[in-house]
């Protein structure tokens, strides 16, 4: 008897539960939003939806899980185990496709008690960077992870004059998006990938492996197996780069998206 795929409950759940996380990781370091978003290079309120499981204004699922792991990388977290962790609703299938992946179905409670002891480790880590960081000779005491927590949770805490402002002001024009390109394999396949320039990555990655690249001025991605990669442009739909077996190139260059496409 085959299982159920994750519903739009349990994907809610999940997500619930990764961006509580990522929340409570960013405010004990902490930094604000604007701060982050800087270097996940995306906008603040992509990470405010994340945060807060919105998930109708997040993008492709492929999308999400590359952000996740940028967001943990960034705080200082495991961004490849927290991603995987996020649990995707599957696209109905083609008739031509008859293979299938069953998704592993974890008990709410298994999944809150998990988060819950990352928080904690990710907690005392920053509390031991933050006294590595101290000199050797200061007279201050050790904070308590928990204190440190609660000074800095009650530090970044918004006032009610900043909170109305906030809301009053209107986002502020951000410069250019750099270049972001999400790759998923469904097939193994070759790929060399070339960023502005300079040669990012080549090699051989198999099925089931998520990438994601970055450039500024132009990046082409060349597949082996085209078929068999799986693109998403800036937050764009998810497209496969071609036929299955053929050799394509794609170039993207910014608020362009794919400008060059070459079969081999």
Do not use: C
């Amino acid at each position: 008897m085959k299982r159920q795929g994750p519903t739009s409950t349990q994907q809610q759940e999940h997500l619930l539960a990764l961006g509580a996380v990522l929340r409570d990781a960013r405010e004990a370091s902490g930094q604000t939003l604007d701060e982050v978003a800087g270097q996940v290079l995306v906008r603040p309120r992509l990470l405010i939806a994340l945060e807060e499981a919105r998930t109708h204004e997040l993008p492709e699922p492929i999308y999400v899980r590359g952000l996740i792991r940028r967001y943990g990388d960034v705080l200082g977290l495991d961004g490849n185990a927290l991603s995987q962790q996020y649990v995707s609703i599957p696209a109905p299938k083609s008739p031509g496709r008859s293979w299938s992946r069953e998704a592993v179905q974890l008990r709410p409670y298994h999944l809150y008690a998990a988060y819950v002891a990352l928080i904690a480790v990710s907690v005392s880590g920053l509390s031991y960077l933050m006294q590595r960081a101290l000199p050797q000779d200061s007279a201050e005491p050790i904070l308590d992870p928990v204190a440190v927590e609660q000074l800095t949770l009650q530090r970044t805490s918004p006032t009610p004059s900043d909170s109305a402002t906030n809301l009053a002001e209107p986002d502020a024009p951000a410069p250019e998006e750099p270049i972001v390109v999400a790759v998923e394999f469904v097939q193994q396949s070759w790929v060399r990938v070339t960023a502005d320039g300079d040669e990012a990555y080549e090699g051989i990655l198999q099925e089931g492996t998520e990438r994601s690249w970055t450039a500024q001025e132009s990046l082409t991605i060349r597949a082996g197996n085209a078929g068999g990669v799986v693109l998403a442009y800036n937050q764009g739909t998810a497209k496969p780069m071609g036929q299955p077996g053929t050799v394509v190139e794609q170039t993207f260059t910014p608020g362009e998206g794919d400008v060059v496409s070459l079969a081999r």
